[in-house]
């Protein structure tokens, strides 16, 4: 039978020092919505870690889907849910109840800039009042790369794809904002990567 899990090599990376963010901010038995969650390892690795939290990752696309349910299979943890389809832009994402935080790993770049207000949206018709949303990846300050490699790899980005880039931190501060939430904590991460945590405003 062929294996559907996927791997990526910044998954192994950045997880630890993603746990080690959000160990401050998610309550012991907190319900946690994963938003683009890709290969799935994160997803797997984050209720590892945290067994009594329960986890529910999302993707729009059907082969992540089937990666994120491959690892599940694979690790055979009782507090990680089957993945949704669910695409920010969508006005339900038929999440049943509310959940404690909102996690957001490697997507603002990967998406057009409308999806960040869609996010944050959607964020603030699920979370519960004292909930989080948690985003990670590169980000400009002031319009300006952090470093060079961000540069670069915006290049890469527009390439792809013209309607993805690099965002900057005051653009999705202001979009944060429109949803009222604001920034609770800027955590500078390995790889010229922030992690930023959002609350209610």
Same mark, same amino acid.
């Given at each position: 039978?062929?294996?559907?899990?996927?791997?990526?090599?910044?998954?192994?990376?950045?997880?630890?020092?993603?746990?080690?963010? %959000?160990?401050?901010?998610? +309550?012991?038995? $907190?319900?946690?919505?994963?938003?683009?969650?890709? *290969?799935? @390892?994160? /997803? =797997?690795?984050?209720?590892?870690?945290?067994?009594?939290?329960?986890?529910?990752?999302?993707?729009?696309?059907?082969?992540?889907?089937?990666?994120?349910?491959?690892?599940?299979?694979?690790?055979? %943890?009782?507090?990680?849910? +089957?993945?949704? $389809?669910?695409?920010?832009?969508?006005?339900?994402? *038929?999440? @049943?109840? /509310? =959940?404690?935080?909102?996690?957001?790993?490697?997507?603002?770049?990967?998406?057009?800039?409308?999806?960040?207000?869609?996010?944050?949206?959607?964020?603030?018709?699920?979370?519960?009042?004292?909930?989080?949303?948690?985003?990670?990846?590169?980000?400009?300050?002031?319009?300006?790369?952090?470093?060079? *490699?961000? @540069?670069?790899?915006?290049?890469?980005?527009?390439?792809?794809?013209?309607?993805?880039?690099?965002?900057?931190?005051?653009?999705?501060?202001?979009?944060?904002?429109?949803?009222?939430?604001?920034?609770?904590?800027?955590?500078?991460?390995?790889?010229?990567?922030?992690?930023?945590?959002?609350?209610?405003?």
């Amino acid at each position: 039978m062929k294996d559907a899990r996927r791997f990526s090599p910044s998954t192994a990376r950045n997880r630890e020092p993603i746990l080690n963010v %959000l160990r401050d901010f998610l +309550a012991e038995n $907190a319900r946690v919505l994963e938003i683009a969650s890709g *290969s799935g @390892e994160h /997803a =797997v690795y984050m209720a590892r870690a945290l067994p009594r939290i329960t986890w529910q990752p999302s993707d729009p696309q059907s082969e992540a889907r089937e990666s994120i349910a491959a690892w599940i299979a694979y690790e055979n %943890l009782p507090n990680i849910a +089957a993945p949704l $389809a669910i695409d920010v832009r969508a006005k339900d994402w *038929s999440v @049943e109840g /509310a =959940v404690d935080a909102v996690v957001v790993i490697n997507m603002i770049h990967y998406s057009p800039s409308e999806s960040t207000a869609a996010l944050f949206e959607g964020a603030s018709r699920l979370l519960r009042e004292d909930g989080i949303v948690f985003l990670y990846g590169p980000y400009k300050r002031d319009g300006k790369h952090t470093a060079p *490699s961000n @540069e670069v790899f915006e290049q890469w980005l527009k390439e792809r794809d013209p309607s993805f880039g690099v965002r900057d931190l005051g653009d999705v501060e202001r979009e944060a904002a429109r949803h009222k939430f604001a920034i609770r904590k800027i955590v500078e991460m390995p790889a010229n990567n922030l992690s930023l945590v959002f609350v209610r405003a």
